[in-house]
Structure formats: structure tokens, C-alpha cells
């Protein structure tokens, strides 16, 4: 069973750099498995940030960014703001489905 | 500009089905794939299946958990997708949220089932 896996936590300072990863149980994350992230605060309805590894969605600040950082995927936040406060949802694509990570809780502070 | 809207989403006792729909604007499904996500109370995201744009084939695939009780279907003519949920069990229980072509969400219909 494909297990992916995200930092349950992570805190960061305003202003400040943070990156989020995703991974696998088993193996490793590649652009084959086109990671999407999405964020969602309590209450509300998940927003897709990235698509495809690193492409931005629509209206998505330059702030936000994808990437393959050894073998995991990954989501950088630079210059936090407090409303990135939020939670974070990676999700990998396997031979036609998609399996969600356990999410990121971000706390900026 | 892309909006999905949910509806259908009910109060149920286990055993019992239910159908949501997700309609679209601003974005023609024949040419999207669909999918269908859940949020149990309290918990993350679980992708229940989808299901591919005409032009790529129209197949359905599911997680192993709804496999067998759940089936999506689309009406072109409506540019809606549905949720058929059968057999629902007390821990189907969350919001249901249409998500297509990976960049559009729906704001969720709550499905509760208990007795």
C-alpha cells in the first residue's frame, strides 16, 4: 500500500523561508508522479497551489514554489506571511489515482 | 471564471445511498478529469476516484476503500459529475468535495451517516 508522508508540523517566522516535503513509505518522488500541493485553512475548501511538480495555479504568488529536492517533492514558501498559516496537502499521481499525503500543519510565528 | 458546486450532500443511515453532483462553469468536463475527495471531521484529504475526460477515455478508477460502493458518472449535457454512494457506513461521514483538473475545488457538501 503506497504510504505518502508530509511533516505533521512545521513552524516558520514571518518573513521567513520554510520548505514542506512529500515522500513515499517505499521509493522515491519523481516528476513522473506530477505532485500537486494544496492548501486549506479550517473551515474552507482546499486551494491548488502547484501542479505538475512546479508549475504555479493560476493567481498563485511567485512566493510559492515547487520542486524535486533529492527524492522527495517539495513546496517553498519564501517571505511567510501570517495568512500562509494553513494547513498543506501534498498529492502524488500512481498509474491513474492519487493518494494524498497526511498534510503539514504551518504555523507562522 | 471556474466554479464546481456541490449539492446532495444529507443526513443518512448506514446501509443507505446517496448522489451528489458537482456542477461546472466555466469549465467543460468532457475535456477535464474529475475527481471526488473526502474530509473526514477533523482529518486530511482522502481521493475517492475520478473519473477521465471523454477525450481521453471516460474510465473510472477508485481507492480501495469506496471500491465496489461508489461510482461516478457524468452528464455532458448537464456539465455535471456524480458521486453515487451506496452500502454508506458510519466512518463515509465528512465533507465531499468535487476537485477538477487538478486546479479547481468545489466548497464541499457534508455527508453524515448514523443511525
Known amino acids: 500500500q503506497t504510504v505518502v508522508t508530509q511533516e505533521p508540523s512545521f513552524s516558520v517566522s514571518p518573513g521567513g523561508t520554510v520548505t514542506l516535503t512529500c515522500g513515499l513509505s517505499?521509493?522515491?518522488?519523481?516528476?513522473?508522479?506530477?505532485a500537486s500541493w494544496h492548501q486549506q485553512t479550517p473551515g474552507q475548501a482546499p486551494r491548488t497551489l502547484i501542479r505538475?511538480?512546479?508549475t504555479r495555479s493560476n493567481g498563485v504568488p511567485d512566493r510559492f514554489s515547487g520542486s524535486i529536492l533529492g527524492n522527495q517533492a517539495a513546496l517553498t514558501i519564501t517571505g511567510a506571511q501570517a495568512d500562509d498559516e494553513s494547513d498543506y496537502y501534498c498529492?502524488?499521481?500512481?498509474?491513474?489515482?492519487?493518494?494524498f499525503g497526511g498534510g503539514t500543519k504551518l504555523t507562522v510565528l | 471564471e471556474v466554479q464546481l458546486v456541490e449539492s446532495g450532500g444529507a443526513l443518512v443511515k448506514p446501509g443507505g445511498s446517496l448522489r451528489l453532483s458537482c456542477a461546472a462553469s466555466?469549465?467543460?468536463?468532457?475535456?477535464?478529469?474529475m475527481n471526488w475527495v473526502r474530509q473526514a471531521p477533523g482529518k486530511g484529504l482522502e481521493w475517492l476516484g475520478r473519473?477521465?475526460?471523454?477525450?481521453?477515455?471516460?474510465?473510472?478508477d477508485y481507492a480501495a476503500s469506496v471500491k465496489g460502493r461508489f461510482t461516478i458518472s457524468r452528464d455532458d449535457s448537464q456539465n455535471t459529475v456524480y458521486l453515487q454512494m451506496n452500502s454508506l457506513k458510519t466512518e463515509d461521514t465528512g465533507i465531499y468535495f468535487c476537485?477538477?483538473?487538478?486546479?479547481?475545488w468545489g466548497q464541499g457538501t457534508l455527508v453524515a451517516v448514523s443511525s
Open positions: 498529492a502524488l499521481f500512481f498509474s491513474g489515482i492519487w493518494v
Open positions: 476537485w477538477g483538473g487538478i486546479d479547481y
Open positions: 517505499s521509493g522515491s518522488v519523481s516528476t513522473g508522479h506530477y
Open positions: 505538475g511538480t512546479r
Open positions: 473519473i477521465q475526460s471523454e477525450t481521453d477515455g471516460g474510465t473510472t
Open positions: 466555466g469549465l467543460t468536463l468532457t475535456d477535464a478529469w
